[in-house]
Structure formats: structure tokens, C-alpha cells
T-cell receptor, first 110, second 115 residues
């Protein structure tokens, strides 16, 4: 399968803690993106990292990309209850078809 | 600016029937993508349209089809519905990008239930 794999499948943390989720893929990629999905609704784009970048920040988000290991990680710092959602990595290997990972369900408890 | 709009929000059909789902992209976006998200599963790529043409198709049977209209809106048709077609169908739009750095804007989805 060309789909990305994410781990953990589910993650439960306390508010204020950091959350880290990982994505692995099998193909060569042009860029990798992370999206967020609130319960059963559409996805929202969070951040994009290009294949020639190793790290990128956006607010409380930090994304790393290791093309030699074909993996990426998303770190959410100082998590809030509102961060509770599913998080998906997505990548293009060529062309415009975006392939999504299996997702990590994050629950942030008060 | 209006986002990506999908209709209907919910649709209930019985096995063997046909379902039609509709999507209006963000103004200026020429590419429309359709994804299927079955309960508890990730997003499976269905179809990509750009400038009225089908550009790519996922690993789905021919009874999944669609089209893109001159105003870039799109519809997805599912014929001969089966129980396993029950899912959230997500439409997304983007500018066409030769570099492949296309960021998708998603609609809220159409939930299809097949009884």
C-alpha cells in the first residue's frame, strides 16, 4: 500500500503536555503536509514541509522530516483541550495526488 | 470568501440505489479531489479533476464516477450502492500546482449511509 502509516494510532495526554505523532511513508516525496480533522468533519491544513527541509515551525507546531528514514514527526507543544482531534500526514510523490496516512487520534484532557 | 461546500450533508440510500454528491470549490480553484473515509479508517483517494478533465483515479470500481463542470464544481456518482460504500465522502479543492505543493481545502463532507 502507498498509504502512510502513523503512530501512535491513539494518544491521550493532559493539557499542557506535549504531543508527538509520527508518520512513515514508502515512496519518494516532494513535500509532506499535516492536516487536522475534528470529529467526523473536513480536514484543515496545518503545515507543509518540503523534501529539502528538515524542520519547520508554526506557532505551537513543530514538524521534522527525515527523507533518509522516510519519516516525519509532528510535535504540538503546550497542548490544549481544543487540540483534541485526529491528525493526518499527507504527501505527494509526484503529480498532485495527495496520499494520506492512517491518522493519530489525539485526546487532550483537562 | 466561501469555503468548499458539499451537499447533501447526509444521505441515506438502500443497496442497489444510486447516490449523487455535489461539491463547489473555493473561487479560483480549478482542481477538485474526492476522498472516501470509512468509519475508523483513513482517507482513500477516489478522483481528481482539473479543468474539467479526470486527471487521476484511485483504486475504486467503475461504479464510482464523477465529473467536473465548467464552473469547476463537481459531482460524485456512486451506482449500485453496496453496504461498504457507507462512509464520509470528502471533497477538497486547490490551485493546480506543477510543483506538487498543493494544499487542499476540504469541505465538511457528505455522510452516505447505505442500508
Amino acid at each position: 500500500s502507498q498509504q502512510g502509516e502513523e503512530d501512535p494510532q491513539a494518544l491521550s495526554i493532559q493539557e499542557g503536555e506535549n504531543a508527538t505523532m509520527n508518520c512513515s511513508y514508502k515512496t519518494s516525496i516532494n513535500n509532506l503536509q499535516w492536516y487536522r480533522q475534528n470529529s467526523g468533519r473536513g480536514l484543515v491544513h496545518l503545515i507543509l514541509i518540503r523534501s529539502n527541509e528538515r524542520e519547520k515551525h508554526s506557532g505551537r507546531l513543530r514538524v521534522t522530516l527525515d527523507t533518509s528514514k522516510k519519516s516525519s514527526s509532528l510535535l504540538i507543544t503546550a497542548s490544549r483541550a481544543a487540540d483534541t482531534a485526529s491528525y493526518f500526514c499527507a504527501f505527494t510523490g509526484g503529480g498532485n495526488k495527495l496520499t494520506f496516512g492512517t491518522g493519530t487520534q489525539l485526546k487532550v484532557e483537562l | 470568501e466561501a469555503g468548499v461546500t458539499q451537499s447533501p450533508t447526509h444521505l441515506i440510500k438502500t443497496r442497489g440505489q444510486q447516490a449523487t454528491l455535489r461539491c463547489s470549490p473555493i473561487s479560483g480553484h480549478t482542481s477538485v479531489y474526492w476522498y472516501q473515509q470509512a468509519l475508523g479508517l483513513g482517507l482513500q483517494f477516489l478522483l481528481w479533476y482539473d479543468e474539467g478533465e479526470e486527471r487521476n483515479r484511485g483504486n475504486f470500481p467503475p461504479r464510482f464516477s464523477g465529473r467536473q463542470f465548467p464552473n469547476y464544481s463537481s459531482e460524485l456518482n456512486v451506482n449500485a450502492l453496496e453496504l461498504e460504500d457507507s462512509a464520509l465522502y470528502l471533497c477538497a479543492s486547490s490551485y493546480f500546482s506543477f510543483s506538487g505543493a498543493n494544499v487542499l481545502t476540504f469541505g465538511a463532507g457528505s455522510r452516505l449511509t447505505v442500508l
